[in-house]
């Protein structure tokens, strides 16, 4: 739907001195999500979103373990592809910061531990009733649409979980830190990858290297969230039961991208599944060395030297998380301008549909929120209601075994045999109650992705208001720095200035021109990003109004078929006993 | 609430001797109109018992009297005490929890427990002729007051008593299952299996009837989420708009529906299943205390034959030295010769009636059971049925949305 242009661009490569730093950053790396987390993935895109992302990037940036930007010198990945044809964007070089730290707080729902074997494997239904599955295994979508709605196609299967032990020659930590890497094989027939099917290796560090460079490259997108890294990443990961948790969230995660129109014909995916050995997407260095760096320029920086001024390929980037402090500064003062000031900000959010949009999406999210967690209580019922039920059915099968042995009169035998048909009948309904929660929870799961799907609209809406908080700092300082020049104008025409005078103009003048071409540049940017919000508003749309519908089509369909099956077995016994209604009426 | 034929003569016809043509004699109870009277601490449920019958020694044809818990209660010991060997029909329990005492469900377990109760007395051919039963069905209420008062501290047991014979008859069994013999005991094969299969028995059902009361509360809990769910859904619906957004409601609503029929469901299964089950333990545990009075029997008539046999050697050595205390001696063993036999045709007696009652007992239960499992299935079956219905109704809707 959108262009898909893939811009040939130079491979990524390795960087071999940050090893070291990741190495360094990897037992502590965990820590801070949850801080920063819960400020941005509440937030919504506005000028109130875009102080408290800077403020929590404030306060990531006394953790000296939260996301790092790479150093700017390196040409790392080519540019982000595909663009949308419209606009191009002078796509930076540089690598980018991500726009918030990923608020992947959103645990799956806790019915998927109900169900033992949900997706994967075979449902436990009886022997030879099959559920109409509305819902077929696909490996490209976890939603029921046909994963062949268009002809090319990208199955991602995670398996194959095993530790393995990195030397530590180089770090500063010693002894051997183990990690788990995961088997990641891929089928397509994607012409871009120049294979059909291949598998690599990869650990969870490089999923996170993914999801950052992805937000990076494509601001204003819809993107899945990775799954959650863990606070104590390497005492959990002992856990068997952990790293398969973790094995079936990478598995959802992938599919999910390779599952976006845009996303699965990024390189960053495509590098990710196909090229063996290290993976070759720049990493993210800690936040410690930025800081210095970013601390070491700023005395520089309030001197007035002429790295203050902004350039055209900074605005790109998002401020948050970048080393410039002053830019930083510059644009929360710039916010809080905005949120406090007398006067209107110099550019503001005019788009009354958007706005319309924003409150209807959030709507959204209270109410699906609401719907997942009564689905939540509605599986978990459904099992309590079948287990039980099995459990009647047993203790009704020892009752039979029971008056069998112990038979004096015949009419014992009679009530033994009367209750074995009642026993066989309760635990056949139990499997069925069972097969019937196994289906809803794959169908009620789309509630779930979709809240899952919120939270990456948010990091779009926030991609745009960063943006936004870009052009209206630069507006502001555009408009000091022409105050300033015609202050000078002034002063020089009274003085005769001489030397100094003329240099300061003429500075001024460069670092107005300088500033001109950022503004335009991140105006540009701004309205790129609106662009790609309005796209995947769109796709959003039509994609939840189909999923929903096979979603209420699957759970009402599962209910008709699961219950006409118990009503068949109930109506058996019913008639079998009949004789005892007559009898005692 | 069912008419019973009554048989008068011991033997078993159905026929009053002395009207051969009139109308059969019958015998119909019916427990009804549970009413709260008092306040407070005092507060308690009465009821009324409407006898009907044509019997000549009850005031017919139609006789209402108001009771209350304790008068059953009454009853149930009076005929315990009366006909031991048989197998008195069980009364629900006392309610311990004072929150739920005046609970309409609970009301309506006990009004139905104790209705069974009745009937079943009603239609036993030994019990129907006791005077406890008239005077109960047909006393005013002073007189059934006076009666109720009267009676405690002479027949009550006190429950401790009872426990202390159900563990007595606990022990023996584990005793005798264990080897360990205590000569004070019956230990017939036959007997001594039919004393562990009640054991076992009520272990059994207890657990049945846990898992049923289980599935009822599923029941509801199923049925309660259900309708949170399907208000959830409604409000998801508001976010969407024309067709799609009237399918969510249409669910919503259908999710609704479904819910109320959990919750009816649950009720049918709570009233016509689970307490089956629970009047089933009832009854076992009615056996074990006919055991315990059986062994009590049991024991008195083995000691007294031990008195015997001592004071016929005692007897033995009067004679021989000719004592003046003979006389007495002997007219002592003449009473105590006739204790003897009276507590061997008692203990006789019981084990008489507990064989016959074990067959009745037995082929009641299966009726009772088969009926309680027919309802439990029809219940079930009904449900499930009503289910599929009520969301089918929404496939075509569904189909359509699909499709566009």
Not at chain 1, 54 to 61: E, G, K, N, P, T
Not at chain 1, 419 to 448: C, E, F, I
Not at chain 1, 523 to 547: A, P, Q
Not at chain 2, 303 to 312: C, G, H, V, W
Request: contains cysteine; proline residues 5%; neutral net charge.
């Amino acid at each position: 739907m959108m262009g898909s242009e893939n811009q040939e661009g130079g491979e990524a490569h390795l960087q071999a001195s940050r090893e070291e730093m990741e190495s360094l950053v990897l037992d502590g790396d965990d820590g801070r999500d949850h801080i920063g987390n819960s400020i941005t993935s509440q937030s919504y895109a506005n000028y109130r979103s875009a102080m408290t992302t800077l403020s929590s990037s404030f306060a990531a940036s006394h953790h000296p373990l939260s996301f790092p930007t790479p150093a700017d010198s390196d040409p790392l990945l080519s540019p982000p592809s595909p663009q949308p044809p419209l606009l191009k964007s002078p796509n930076s070089p540089k690598p980018r910061t991500t726009a918030t730290d990923d608020p992947h707080h959103l645990d799956p729902p806790s019915y998927a531990d109900v169900v033992s074997n949900p997706l994967d494997d075979n449902i436990e239904a009886n022997g030879g009733s099959e559920s109409p599955s509305q819902h077929s295994e696909n490996s490209t979508s976890s939603f029921s649409r046909s994963p062949f709605s268009s002809s090319d196609y990208l199955e991602i299967v995670v398996s194959n979980p095993q530790k393995e032990a990195e030397s530590s020659k180089n770090s500063i930590v010693p002894g051997n830190n183990a990690y788990v890497t995961y088997l990641i094989t891929t089928k397509t027939n994607i012409s871009d990858y120049g294979g059909s099917q291949f598998s690599v290796r990869r650990r969870f560090r490089d999923v996170v290297t993914l999801s950052d460079r992805l937000s990076e490259a494509y601001r204003g997108f819809i993107i899945p969230p990775r799954p959650e890294k863990s606070v104590v990443e390497s005492q959990v990961m002992q856990k068997q039961e952990f790293v398969e948790q973790r094995r079936v969230a990478l598995q959802k995660y992938l599919r999910r991208l390779a599952a976006h129109p845009v996303i699965k014909k990024s390189d960053e995916l495509r590098v990710f599944l196909q090229v063996q050995g290290r993976l070759p997407l720049p990493t993210s260095v800690d936040v410690a060395s930025r800081m210095l760096d970013g601390a070491g320029k700023l005395p520089k920086q309030l001197l007035g030297d002429s790295r203050s001024v902004m350039g055209p390929q900074d605005v790109v980037q998002p401020a948050k998380g970048g080393r410039d402090l002053l830019r930083l500064f510059k644009e929360l003062k710039q916010s809080v301008a905005n949120d406090w000031g007398a006067s209107r900000p110099p550019a503001e959010e005019e788009d009354k549909e958007f706005l319309d949009k924003k409150q209807w999406l959030h709507d959204l999210e209270q109410h699906l929120t609401n719907a997942s967690k009564q689905a939540e209580a509605l599986v978990k019922a459904q099992q309590g209601l079948a287990d039980t039920m099995g459990e009647l059915g047993l203790a009704f099968i020892k009752l039979t075994k029971f008056e069998n042995e112990e038979a004096v009169l015949n009419t014992q035998r009679v009530r033994a045999a009367d209750m074995k048909s009642l026993a066989t009948t309760a635990v056949r309904a139990s499997r069925y109650h069972r097969g019937l929660n196994a289906q809803t929870v794959k169908h009620l799961d789309t509630l779930h992705e979709y809240l899952v799907l919120m939270l990456a609209v948010h990091n779009a809406f926030s991609d745009r208001s960063s943006a936004l908080l870009t052009v209206q700092t630069l507006l502001s300082e555009l408009s000091s720095l022409h105050s300033r020049a015609e202050k000078l104008e002034t002063a020089s025409s009274k003085i005769f200035g001489g030397d100094k005078l003329r240099i300061r103009k003429t500075e001024l003048k460069d670092t107005i021109r300088v500033t001109e071409d950022a503004k335009g540049c991140a105006i540009r940017e701004y309205e790129r990003i609106k662009e790609n919000n309005r796209c995947e508003i769109e796709r959003l749309d039509s994609e939840r109004r189909t999923d929903f519908v096979n979603m209420l089509k699957g759970f009402v369909t599962n209910q008709v078929t699961y219950m006409e099956k118990i009503g068949i077995e109930w109506t058996k016994v019913a008639e079998e006993t009949n004789r005892y209604a007559k009898e005692t009426a | 609430m069912i008419p019973t034929q009554l048989q008068r003569s011991g033997s078993g016809s159905t026929q009053s001797p002395r009207s051969p043509s009139s109308q059969e004699p019958f015998l119909s109870v019916s427990v009804i109109d549970p009413a709260k009277m008092g306040n407070g601490v005092q507060a308690y449920i009465s009821y009324k018992v409407i006898t009907k019958t044509n019997l000549p020694d009850y005031q017919g044809p139609e006789k209402i009297v108001i009771r209350r818990y304790s008068d059953f209660v009454w009853l149930r010991d009076r005929l315990f005490e009366k006909y031991k060997g048989i197998f008195i029909p069980p009364l629900p329990e006392k309610s311990t929890v004072e929150k739920f005492r005046f609970t309409a469900e609970f009301i309506e377990m006990r009004r139905q427990a104790l209705d069974i109760f009745v009937n079943r007395i009603a239609s036993h051919h030994i019990l129907q002729q006791s005077e406890d039963l008239r005077i109960f069905l047909q006393a005013d209420e002073q007189t059934m007051e006076r009666a109720r008062s009267q009676e405690i501290g002479i027949f009550k047991k006190k429950p401790a008593d009872l426990m202390q014979i159900f563990k007595d008859v606990q022990s023996k069994v584990s005793d005798v299952v264990l080897g360990k013999e205590k000569p004070v005991e019956e230990s017939t094969p036959e007997y001594e299996k039919l004393k562990r299969y009640i054991f076992e028995l009520e272990d059994h059902l207890a657990e049945a009837q846990k898992h049923a009361y289980r599935l009822v509360k599923r029941h509801r809990e199923l049925g309660q989420s259900l309708s949170e769910f399907g208000k959830a859904v409604k409000l998801l619906g508001t976010c969407e708009d024309n067709a799609l957004g009237k399918v969510f409601s249409e669910v919503g609503d259908k999710a609704e529906i479904v819910s109320v029929k959990m919750q009816r469901e649950a009720h049918h299964l709570l009233m016509n299943f689970e307490e089956s089950l629970k009047d089933y333990v009832r009854a076992v545990q009615s056996i074990k205390a006919t055991i315990a009075e059986r062994a009590n029997a049991f024991k008195q008539q083995c000691e007294l034959a031990e008195t015997i046999k001592f004071k016929e050697i005692d007897l033995n050595k009067l004679r021989l030295t000719r004592s003046e205390k003979l006389a007495d001696a002997e007219r002592e063993y003449d009473v105590l010769k006739a204790d003897g036999e009276e507590a061997t045709r008692r203990f006789e007696a019981i084990v008489q009636l507990m064989n016959e009652e074990i067959v009745r007992f037995q082929e009641q239960k299966t009726l009772d059971m088969g009926l309680a499992f027919h309802e439990f299935a029809k219940g079930q079956a009904h449900l499930a049925n009503g289910i599929a219905e009520a969301w089918r109704s929404l496939l075509p809707k569904l189909e359509a949305c699909a499709s566009s």
